[in-house]
């Protein structure tokens, strides 16, 4: 009798169903809140560091906007025609800009590519000091452009410069004027910027070489395929998701130079190096037209995320 009472009680004291569902349910809620909570902060980061800006650039191309004067009238889309109308002041010197950053990126990105994948084949292999060569070939990249541009100024100079100086004497010119003339210039900005970056696409290269499985390079061998065979069949089919990743960020940060061409041509000669950026952050900082500036930027964002797409839609990885 004792051990009924016992279990009655036991049942009287058990919460009624109706409760025992809103407890499941306020649980299921708060689960399902849960990473939104966690997400929250870098949302509010976003929206005030990203997005925020880029509305508030977008209002800014619509208008006049003269960092020295009190009144920032509307102007409409008057900002973006005058970069396609040839009566416009602008037009010359902003085509030229795309001009000088299309032959920079249709030059550079091709190297950053094909460059750095055959560093990434040799430091894959097994070979003694593997380590330390990789470490060497990565550590240009954490330098700032800052020291890259000023190192590679004087190292460049016509007059005063190393590599010159070294060209002469093993009977080579030595008066190439490396950062004054064309298309001398060009070599000087790329080839800076391919020494510069190559260790970082080297590394992302090497993680992917890393991920592909060695059972199907002993398979491939096992069928008497070549070396060539087995890269062209297990190598970059097994790279192709990380080759995106690196085309499109090599596009995107090589249509984005500013600090080389600033500092080691200068945009010698005479403009012919200046960039977009560069171009941008003239309008916007030297001739004090926020509006003009922030159209640019508008309109150079927006075919940098075509591009992206392009790359995308025809490169993207698919599942055979």
Same mark, same amino acid.
């Given at each position: 009798?004792?051990?009924?009472?016992?279990?009655?009680?036991?049942?009287?004291? &058990?919460?009624?169903?109706?409760?025992?569902?809103?407890?499941?349910? #306020?649980? $299921? $809620?708060?689960?399902? /809140? +849960?990473?939104?909570?966690?997400?929250?902060?870098?949302?509010?980061?976003?929206?005030?560091?990203?997005?925020?800006?880029?509305?508030?650039?977008?209002?800014?191309?619509?208008?006049?906007?003269?960092?020295?004067?009190?009144?920032?009238?509307?102007?409409?889309?008057?900002?973006?025609?005058?970069?396609?109308?040839?009566?416009?002041?602008?037009? %010359?010197?902003?085509?030229?800009?795309?001009?000088? =950053?299309?032959?920079? /990126?249709?030059?550079?990105?091709?190297?950053?590519?094909?460059?750095?994948?055959?560093?990434?084949?040799?430091?894959?292999?097994?070979?003694?000091? $593997?380590?330390?060569?990789? &470490?060497?070939?990565?550590?240009?990249?954490?330098? %700032?452009?800052?020291?890259?541009?000023?190192?590679?100024?004087?190292?460049?100079?016509?007059?005063?410069?190393?590599?010159?100086?070294?060209?002469?004497?093993?009977?080579?010119?030595?008066? +190439?004027?490396?950062? +004054?003339?064309?298309?001398?210039?060009?070599?000087?900005?790329? *080839?800076?910027?391919?020494?510069? +970056?190559? *260790?970082?696409?080297?590394?992302?290269?090497?993680?992917?070489?890393?991920?592909?499985?060695?059972?199907?390079?002993?398979?491939?061998?096992?069928?008497?395929?070549?070396?060539?065979?087995?890269?062209?069949?297990?190598?970059?089919? *097994?790279?192709?998701?990380?080759?995106?990743?690196?085309?499109?960020? =090599?596009?995107?940060?090589?249509?984005?130079?500013?600090?080389?061409?600033?500092?080691?041509?200068? %945009? &010698?000669? *005479?403009?012919?190096?200046?960039?977009?950026?560069?171009?941008?952050?003239?309008?916007?900082?030297?001739?004090?037209? &926020?509006?003009?500036?922030?159209?640019?930027?508008?309109?150079?964002?927006?075919?940098? #995320?075509?591009?992206?797409?392009?790359?995308?839609?025809?490169?993207?990885?698919?599942?055979?």
């Amino acid at each position: 009798m004792a051990g009924i009472g016992t279990v009655g009680a036991a049942r009287s004291d &058990a919460p009624p169903p109706a409760a025992g569902r809103g407890r499941r349910e #306020a649980g $299921r $809620r708060g689960r399902a /809140t +849960t990473p939104y909570l966690f997400l929250a902060p870098y949302l509010l980061l976003f929206l005030v560091f990203g997005l925020a800006p880029v509305l508030f650039g977008l209002w800014l191309s619509l208008h006049q906007w003269d960092l020295q004067l009190p009144n920032r009238p509307f102007v409409g889309l008057d900002n973006y025609q005058d970069l396609f109308s040839r009566d416009s002041a602008i037009y %010359g010197d902003w085509w030229s800009s795309v001009r000088a =950053t299309g032959i920079f /990126t249709l030059f550079s990105v091709p190297l950053l590519m094909v460059v750095p994948l055959g560093l990434a084949l040799l430091l894959n292999e097994q070979f003694p000091g $593997r380590t330390f060569f990789r &470490a060497v070939y990565f550590a240009p990249y954490v330098l %700032g452009v800052a020291v890259i541009g000023l190192l590679w100024r004087f190292l460049l100079d016509a007059n005063l410069g190393l590599v010159n100086r070294l060209l002469g004497a093993v009977g080579l010119p030595s008066d +190439t004027p490396w950062v +004054t003339d064309v298309p001398w210039a060009w070599v000087s900005l790329v *080839g800076v910027t391919v020494w510069w +970056t190559s *260790g970082f696409n080297a590394v992302i290269y090497l993680a992917g070489l890393q991920d592909i499985p060695p059972e199907l390079y002993e398979a491939a061998k096992m069928d008497g395929a070549s070396a060539w065979d087995r890269f062209r069949n297990v190598t970059l089919p *097994g790279l192709r998701p990380v080759m995106l990743f690196v085309l499109t960020t =090599t596009i995107l940060a090589s249509a984005n130079v500013f600090g080389q061409s600033f500092l080691i041509t200068q %945009g &010698a000669p *005479g403009e012919e190096t200046r960039t977009v950026v560069w171009r941008i952050v003239d309008e916007g900082l030297r001739d004090n037209d &926020a509006g003009r500036a922030a159209a640019m930027s508008i309109l150079f964002a927006l075919a940098l #995320a075509v591009i992206s797409i392009v790359n995308f839609r025809f490169f993207r990885y698919r599942e055979d």
